[in-house]
């Protein structure tokens, strides 16, 4: 018999960055919603599953005090929520899986006419963040005394309206500060979305529950990395084709035509395949090249 309580809750964020891709994972992991619109929280209809939006500063909060079991957060705003609630709280979450998507950095950047030479150069600057425990965290590893101003936007702003000397803001694509005529000069951490669990008691049908969404959700991306090939070569050049696929499984090989000497290859590829492998792969001697994806894969 399983009750309401033993339904997984999983925070997402309501809007941002990491919303959309969140709930494209839980979709692709088969479980479907009915979605009420403008409501914050929701059921799956085929999972015992509930899902809840919210803010992502607020997320890991809700999985470390075990309102909500498992959450979907970027790897930076767990790692500053952490070092603000300290010790305790980090004793409370655990990251399960990184989950590859929302990759960027937060860095420290300065406007491109000030002059820079290592982090000592940071020394009694005015650095404006929305990150300061992790950016607190970095200075004192390093021994440099700085001033942070904490600004809750539009950071890449600070210089320019003489608030602030540098700044520490995430970079994905590093759009944001080129257009600010700002330059990245340390990164001080490295982030991607994460799933993270409470570490709280849970049932044992919850927990059973959750293996199951893990696996599910492990196919997905596995699936998601995954690419079926296929193209035609001379038969010389198959060693070749091979040593350019390093992730390819053990390849289907037909022939072509009568005389032996043309191949059709079929192959999947644990790799994402990228346009200069395709071009490599035209060099080196095959034509008519076609990468599927593929929707779902047990192996
Ligand atoms: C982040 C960050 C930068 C921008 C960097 O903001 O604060 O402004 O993304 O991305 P880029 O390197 O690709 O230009 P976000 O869009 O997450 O909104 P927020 O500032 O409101 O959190
Ligand atoms: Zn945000």
């Not at 491109?112 to 963040?129: E, F, H, M, P, V």
Request: glycine share 6%.
């Amino acid at each position: 018999m399983s009750t309401d309580s033993d339904r997984i809750r999983i925070a997402i964020q309501k809007s941002g960055r990491l919303s959309e891709k969140s709930m494209g994972l839980l979709d692709d992991s088969g479980l479907n919603f009915e979605r009420p619109k403008d409501s914050l929280f929701f059921r799956c209809e085929n999972f015992p599953l509930d899902v809840m939006l919210l803010r992502d500063d607020d997320i890991p909060e809700y999985v470390i005090d075990g309102v909500c079991d498992l959450g979907i957060v970027g790897f930076n705003v767990l790692e500053e929520r952490l070092l603000l609630r300290g010790e305790k709280a980090r004793q409370s979450i655990e990251v399960v899986k990184r989950l590859g998507f929302g990759r960027c950095r937060l860095a420290i950047a300065v406007p491109n006419d000030r002059n820079y030479d290592g982090a000592a150069s940071l020394k009694n600057l005015r650095i404006a963040t929305s990150y300061p425990a992790t950016l607190k965290a970095f200075l004192e590893d390093r021994k440099i005394s700085a001033v942070i101003v904490e600004i809750s936007g539009s950071v890449e702003v600070a210089p320019t309206l003489k608030i602030a000397d540098a700044i520490c803001d995430l970079v994905s694509t590093g759009t944001t500060l080129r257009s600010n005529g700002l330059r990245e000069v340390e990164t001080i951490l490295e982030s991607e979305s994460v799933l993270v669990q409470t570490r709280r008691e849970i049932s044992k049908q919850k927990s059973e529950d959750i293996a199951r969404l893990l696996q599910r959700i492990e196919g997905v991306m596995k699936a998601r990395q995954t690419k079926y090939i296929m193209m035609n070569a001379p038969r010389a050049a198959l060693d070749q084709i091979r040593s350019l696929l390093p992730g390819m499984e053990e390849p289907s090989i037909m022939p072509l035509g009568s005389d032996g000497n043309h191949i059709a290859i079929h192959a999947v590829s644990h790799e994402n395949i990228f346009w200069e492998t395709m071009e490599k792969l035209k060099m080196a001697g095959a034509s008519s090249i076609l990468v599927l994806p593929i929707e779902k894969i047990i192996l």
